[in-house]
DNA sequence: CATGAATGAGACTTCATTCAT
DNA sequence: CATGAATGAAGTCTCATTCAT
């Protein structure tokens, strides 16, 4: 049934497809994935029930389209950003910069930590994309850490990044959550002390 | 009606109590709170449905129940950690040996930050014990970190302490899942600097 | 598997199914038959549910239980009345001295009337029972006014008293729910009259 | 989610829930509200379980939605009859039609008075119903028999029309369940003796 | 006799998904 | 393309009844 799958061309069905995906992302934000059913979003996004059906397979592939959109325009801003960032000398101040320019970014992605480990043991595709995504950032940034680490490689590099990803991802979500913009500059000072005292 | 929960004092009662405690566990371990019904939970109980709910309100009931219990049984490890390790003298093989330690109880509570954040939102009640528990762990390491920072306070300890809680706890599940000890062991020495670099 | 159904011999025995009887008749009462649960009666009564099935073949059999004692008893003391009555000469007198005797008893059926029409489609023992009883106590009936009505036989007594039957039945549970008591003699009142009215 | 009750737009989905709402109808009348349950209402309405929470929160709504239209269409129609009536100047031809006309609308509510006495401790909002429907009905009457009672007010009419009323229902539950015609007609003329003799 | 834990059928309810219009 | 009514499988939960102790 993969294939019954339709990509709307007409300007007016792309705004719909456009609508259900904020619409789920919204909800998926705010209640969770388990929580939100297709229906609701539907409403949400002003379109019938049925026309969900006419984009996704299932709830689990608006799921995927979302993480997988989050995840590319994540993927190229993360490049730009070091590219950006490569002229900086300052270790501690680039790293704040990557913090701070990455916290729009990666707070979107929260609600996605929140339930993948779940949803990846029922839908497969779901893991594999994500884990081919983890992998992809870790390349790219390996390599940035290698390059703004002039003296010698970082000695387990591979360990670290996994944990520096986990602490990152993790954080981001707590961060996420403040209401307060200080509050937020605050946590992110603490945490480029955190990752600035890890690694160098 | 609702509740009319039971409090078996036969011993086979009790068992059958544990069995299904001991039942949700696993699966919420394996599949995730959502993806878990009370009637499978029963079944690799080897018992009843209607027994479940002889014992608990509902799935989240269950849920609270083996929070609670994880959640009690850890902090008086923690406090029993923290009293044996006050009288080591190096901080960061005093660290060290505090992750090792800790790593067989943090670990069996992985399962429960994988879908927290959305079963909060469901039930307040959840929220709650979840939130009282965290606070008092919170002061717990608190007084602990002062007392072994014999200089001076730590500044911003608050935000620091919020940080490396989610920080270990996120990377308990990380370090959960990893089926080699030495893989686990060389996280752990990698946490320790994570962890000592930035507080001291 | 009606036989069984033990009958209790033991003093002890005897009273934990009176408790029974009077804890189903409160609760039937109070929250009608299919609101209330054999293990809610058994609390009450302060005995345990398997006791319940020692007594009672099923809910139905305890309400059948009660309909008996109570029709049995209402029969025995309607028959004294009529006879205590019988002396009296002033009909209308006779009439209200019939209710106000009568009040104390049928209040008591008044829960019986609230369910039986659906009880006996279920269960065909408590029709058959209810409609012996009915029938038993219209002949008295009968024959009573029969008897007070000197002149001539009343026409159509046989209709008449289907409809006396069903409207004293109606409004004992009308007058057994005022709470004031000169409320109820108001009632009483105005019942006598509609009754003398109707038949002399 | 709980009052996400769809009111359908579209000819056949209205069909389908007057389908369910006289499949309902039929059962309640047939063997109670207790013994009817969603799945059996559907499926004598020839549709799916689902369908019946599309439209009705729970039993106890359709329960009160049939309520609603049979006491609206009655207070209606009793109001066209006592206009008629009010041109008649022989009183007991008066009652006799009153009754006769009365007795179609009336009986079909008969399955109501069976358990709503029961219904009403469980669900408020139908007892609610009720009793506001009961007043306005008394009202309507006694402003009817006071304007055929020419002479004076009857006196304690409050009281009567309670008992008139009381007796009414529980009277023409008995005629409904009648089959022959001129038992029917019998049992009126004796409800109009009775009521008659009482009033005047 | 008495207990209350245990059972499992069946009622209630939700929701992902389909399909006639 | 779009609608939203309709489906029915599956989950949640209750309770009359049984049975080991």
Redesign the pocket.
């Known amino acids: ?1 993969q294939q019954n799958i ?1 990509e ?3 300007k ?2 792309i705004e ?1 497809k456009e609508s259900l995906i904020n619409a789920a992302f919204q909800l998926f934000n705010e209640k969770g994935f388990y929580n939100t ?3 609701e979003i539907a409403k949400k996004a002003g ?8 984009y996704f397979n ?2 689990s592939d608006i799921f995927l389209e979302i993480l997988n959109r989050i995840s590319e325009k994540n993927y190229l801003e993360l490049e730009k950003i070091l590219e950006k960032l490569s002229k900086e000398n300052d270790k501690k101040q680039l790293l704040k910069s990557f913090f701070i320019e990455n916290i729009k970014l990666l707070s979107e992605l929260a609600f996605i930590y929140k339930d993948i480990e779940t949803i990846k043991k029922e839908y497969e595709e779901i893991g594999k994309y994500r884990d081919k995504n983890k992998q992809r950032i870790k390349i790219l940034m390996m390599s940035f850490f290698n390059k703004i680490n002039d003296e010698e490689n970082i000695k387990n590099l591979d360990i670290k990044w996994e944990i520096i990803q986990t602490t990152i991802d993790a954080n981001y979500i707590l961060i996420s959550k403040l209401e307060n913009k200080d509050d937020k500059l605050k946590f992110i000072d603490e945490m480029v002390c955190l990752i600035y005292n890890y690694m160098f």
């Open positions: 049934m339709r709307p061309k007409q007016r069905a719909k059913n297709s229906k379109v019938s029930t049925g026309l969900f059906y006419n299932d709830k």
